[in-house]
């Protein structure tokens, strides 16, 4: 596969619709990608502020290179590496917190979309229903979590969730708008959503490259919050903190938000620049970038 012919150009943007006319490039470079170099950019739309990368990958690209990704079975060496069932911990602790925080109910169907093996919600099997939409076809760490073949495939349209949880997703995702969409169908009225992702503005806008090439969507907690509004959803909390992927403790940002009988009609989507300095400069925020980057050396 020559990944050149697997490649568009997005020409408008996906939370405000402004094109490309509007946008800044903030970074630019290669990327080698099945052998092949490929000129990849990171650009800000200029009405909304909302960060990403314009250059579009075809679905067949993405499963060739993500086949031979292995970075994603963290669960499988947590007995070798205590960091990571201790981040792991986090994560569950987070998702407990926000269903006893909505007073979701027993017995209640939860979503685990892109979850992998499960491992993040295996802790919720005790009392909930627990389905994990994933594009591999690894075995749940727990028999008892069932397993669905794809995101939001044809299969979920049967069963509607009180929760859906979205782990360190939402980043790899080119059209934000679609996905939460999708997640937003599936859902009951008043369920709730619950979403991390990396900070990771600074990659872009400061250090000027362009980050890992499977994120391609760079969130500030506004533009965050703007998508699920967008989508339909109440935030309820939304947060900026230290948090975890794998072995590594890192900026993330945490959302939990509630499907809303009728969709939110938002204002026009603008944001100043002041939107990326309060999160740039939040407290914590640079003592966990410079932990993150003590801990890769």
């Known amino acids: 596969m020559n990944p050149v012919d697997h490649i568009k ?63 994603f079975d963290f669960g499988q060496t947590g007995q070798d590496r205590p960091q990571i069932p201790a981040g792991l911990a986090e994560r569950q602790a987070v998702i407990s ?29 005790d009392q909930h229903r627990v389905v994990v939409a994933d594009a591999t076809e690894c075995i749940p760490v727990d028999p008892r979590i069932e397993k669905v073949l794809g995101l939001f495939s ?7 969730f009180d929760v859906v949880v979205m782990n360190h997703v939402l980043e790899h995702v080119f059209s934000p708008t679609a996905f939460l969409d999708s997640a937003s169908r599936v859902m009951r009225n008043e369920g709730v959503l619950i979403v991390e992702v990396p900070f990771e503005l600074y990659t872009p806008l400061v250090a000027r490259r362009l980050g890992d090439w499977r994120h391609v969507s760079y969130f500030s907690r506004a533009t965050l919050r703007q998508y699920l ?31 809303v009988p009728t969709s939110i009609v938002s204002r026009q989507i603008r944001n100043s620049p002041l939107a990326f300095a309060v999160d740039m400069l939040a407290p914590g925020t640079l003592i966990s970038l410079a932990k993150s980057r003590l801990a890769r050396q």
């Open 154 to 160: 044809a299969d979920l349209n049967q069963v509607t």
């Open 229 to 259: 509004e967008k989508s339909g959803f109440a935030v309820t909390r939304l947060v900026l903190e230290e948090g975890c992927y794998g072995a590594r403790r890192l900026p993330v940002i945490r959302a939990v938000a509630r499907r």
């Open 9 to 71: 150009s997005l020409s408008s943007c996906d939370l405000c619709g402004a094109d490309s006319r509007g946008w800044t490039c903030v970074a630019t470079g290669e990327q080698t990608l099945l052998g092949v170099a490929i000129p990849i950019s990171t650009v800000v739309c200029n009405q909304c502020r909302f960060v990403f990368q314009p250059e579009r990958f075809s679905d067949e690209l993405i499963v060739a290179l993500y086949r031979p990704d292995t970075s």
């Open 97 to 125: 917190a926000a269903l006893g925080a909505h007073n979701v109910r027993a017995n209640a169907h939860v979503l685990d979309v892109g979850g992998g093996r499960g491992e993040c919600c295996q802790h919720l099997v």
